[in-house]
């Protein structure tokens, strides 16, 4: 089955424990990225990757890393998470670019909460 | 992109087709119509695209008005399932960053009633 896989779903850290959340897609797909949702501000984009070691930033990447060292693995590290990084966090890859006459898969979501 | 335009909310009855609007009158001749929904705080799911021509697929139908400055998603059996935010995003599609990700407004809330 196609799918997009994050882990954990469901996290409660404190200020400053880094931590990692997993993203890992089984469809061969080229285009990862990172999305946070929040209550009134919607879904942005937190940072994309386009292949391979190709990664660069989206509309809020302040206090996050990424890395893509596998075509299917795509992990969200928060250095030194903060409160105001509490939030939903979405996984989305794509074969081709997320506009390319495509569809996009999502994973089921991560509940981040730092206290 | 084109901005897209969506009534904030819509009721629907079960069983009944749900035909929700999105106006994009800004839209150029090489964008994308992409519709996707969001049940409850899980992941988006992709429902449909298109960009000229109407499309259908097994779960919805897409609508595009000859000048495509709007468009209409017909979901033709409602169900209880269905009760989502939906998303209407106007997308090109374009090769390498510039095709790095989708940007969702706010969206429709529907909710199917019994």
């Known amino acids: 089955e196609a799918q997009v896989t994050q882990n954990p779903r469901y996290l409660i850290t404190v200020t400053g424990k880094k931590l990692t959340v997993t993203c890992s897609q089984n469809m061969n797909h080229e285009y990862m990225s990172w999305y946070r949702q929040d209550p009134g501000l919607g879904l942005r984009q937190i940072y994309y990757?386009?292949?391979?070691?190709?990664?660069d930033k989206g509309d809020v990447p302040e206090g996050y890393k990424v890395s893509r060292k596998e075509k299917r693995n795509f992990p969200l590290i928060l250095e030194s998470p903060s409160p105001n990084q509490t939030s939903l966090y979405f996984c989305a890859s794509s074969l081709k670019g997320f506009g390319r006459n495509t569809e996009a898969f999502f994973g089921q979501g991560t509940r981040l909460t730092v206290v | 992109d084109a901005k897209t335009t969506q009534p904030p909310s819509m009721d629907c009855a079960e069983g009944r087709a749900a035909n929700l609007p999105c106006n994009h009158s800004?839209?150029?001749?090489?964008?994308?119509v992409y519709w996707y929904r969001q049940i409850h705080s899980q992941g988006p799911q992709y429902i449909i695209h298109?960009?000229?021509n109407n499309e259908t697929n097994e779960m919805a139908s897409l609508i595009i008005t000859e000048d495509r400055k709007s468009s209409t998603l017909i979901l033709p059996h409602a169900t209880l399932r269905d009760t989502a935010v939906y998303y209407c995003i106007v997308r090109v599609g374009l090769f390498g960053a510039a095709g790095n990700k989708l940007t969702f407004g706010g969206g429709t809330r529907v909710l199917v009633k019994p």
């Open positions: 800004t839209i150029s001749g090489n964008e994308y």
């Open positions: 990757s386009m292949n391979v070691e190709v990664t």
């Open positions: 298109g960009l000229k």
